[in-house]
């Protein structure tokens, strides 16, 4: 089962816009992931914000946590034809668990 | 190698017959894990281990599924009776678990796509 979901399922930006992505969960959690999946490949971590954090950054990236709200979102800066590619919130549950389950994802089309 | 390697990297098989899928971790990773990607779709848990024991199976879809790790390190996903609904790509992922046991970054191999005809 997918712990989260991912909105919007798709966008498509222009090169140098701003991209954010929304993750939602259900369950109090340790710790949320953000990953990046290029077609066909593996899937490769970008940025881990632990429960007690709002916000961090990394690069051109800004992941936020609002865990009142059960909810997280990303933020790709100044976005490259690079950044194409499917992006995955992933969580693993609060109370010892490391089940880590990831959402439905959002694909990310950035036009040159 | 310093990834995760999985072996092979496609396999094409009959309905029916028995596959297995080879998971090669990084050196150290305590924690290893199998999702299930369909097309379109975000990876599917399907099995954790924490050294040699699954820590969680929940996520096998049913009895023809089975993994082990023997020796903490490899891992071997197998599928008896394959059907077509099996197709997708099994990625294998590990970790290193942290102190407080909460689970850090997921290191990912390319996947073995399976296909079932």
């Known amino acids: 089962s997918q712990q989260g979901e991912e909105d919007p399922q798709a966008l498509s930006i222009q090169e140098g816009e701003n991209a954010t992505m929304n993750c939602s969960y259900k369950?109090?959690?340790?710790?949320l992931q953000w990953y990046r999946q290029n077609s066909g490949r593996g899937l490769v971590h970008l940025i881990l914000?632990?429960?007690?954090?709002r916000e961090k950054h990394s690069g051109r990236l800004r992941v936020t946590l609002d865990t009142s709200k059960k909810s997280s979102s990303l933020l790709i800066t100044a976005s490259r034809a690079a950044d194409t590619a499917s992006y995955f919130c992933?969580?693993?549950?609060?109370?010892?668990?490391?089940?880590?389950?990831f959402g439905t994802g959002t694909k990310l089309q950035v036009i040159p | 190698g310093a990834g995760v390697s999985q072996t092979p990297s496609n396999k094409v098989t009959e309905k029916g017959k028995y596959v297995e899928l080879r998971c090669d971790p990084i050196?150290?990773?305590?924690?290893l894990y199998w999702y299930r990607q369909s097309l379109g779709q975000g990876p599917e848990f399907l099995i954790y281990?924490?050294?040699?024991?699954?820590?969680?199976d929940s996520g096998l879809p049913n009895d023809r599924f089975f993994a082990v790790r023997p020796e903490g390190s490899v891992s071997t996903l197998k599928i008896q009776r394959t059907e077509r609904g099996d197709s997708a790509v099994y990625l294998c992922?590990?970790?290193?678990?942290?102190?407080?046991?909460?689970?850090?970054?997921?290191?990912f191999g390319e996947g073995s796509r399976l296909t079932v005809l």
């Open positions: 992922a590990s970790s290193f678990s942290e102190s407080s046991g909460a689970t850090g970054e997921l290191f």
């Open positions: 369950t109090s959690i340790n710790n």
């Open positions: 914000i632990r429960s007690n954090e």
């Open positions: 992933a969580t693993d549950r609060s109370g010892g668990y490391q089940k880590v389950t």
């Open positions: 050196s150290g990773h305590t924690a």
């Open positions: 281990f924490q050294g040699t024991g699954a820590a969680d």
